[in-house]
């Protein structure tokens, strides 16, 4: 089993930076694929980006290519979220995701907040 924490979130002017961070827990950390959803008020949960368990593989949704940067550390068993050039409408609760297989973990999320 895997256990994920999140933290980083905040409150963030338009055009600003942030950096998420998920501690894992887990020896086996590195066979798992990892995620970044968020949801904003009202709507559902969406995905953001994913790093495969190597980390030389990264995908991200349309809406913030170029702006996010997903990458993982195996040794700390940490994942991290770059989110530069903050939009109003980036703002939601963050959410650590692990995969492998039929295993499927989320963490309990991070508030990020943008104001314009």
């Known amino acids: 089993q895997v256990q994920l924490v999140e933290s980083g979130g905040g409150l963030v002017q338009a055009g600003g930076s942030l950096r998420l961070s998920c501690a894992a827990s887990?020896?086996?950390?590195?066979?798992?694929?990892m995620g970044w959803f968020r949801q904003a008020p009202g709507k559902e949960r969406e995905f953001v980006a994913r790093?495969?368990?190597?980390?030389?593989?990264?995908y991200y949704a349309d809406s913030v290519q170029g702006r996010f940067t997903i990458s993982r550390d195996n040794a700390k068993n940490m994942v991290y979220l770059q989110i530069d050039s903050l939009k109003s409408e980036d703002t939601a609760v963050y959410y650590c995701?692990?995969?492998?297989?039929?295993?499927?973990?989320w963490g309990q999320g991070t508030q990020v907040t943008v104001s314009s």
């Open positions: 995701n692990a995969v492998r297989g039929p295993e499927n973990y």
């Open positions: 887990g020896r086996t950390f590195s066979r798992y694929a």
């Open positions: 790093i495969n368990w190597s980390g030389d593989s990264t």
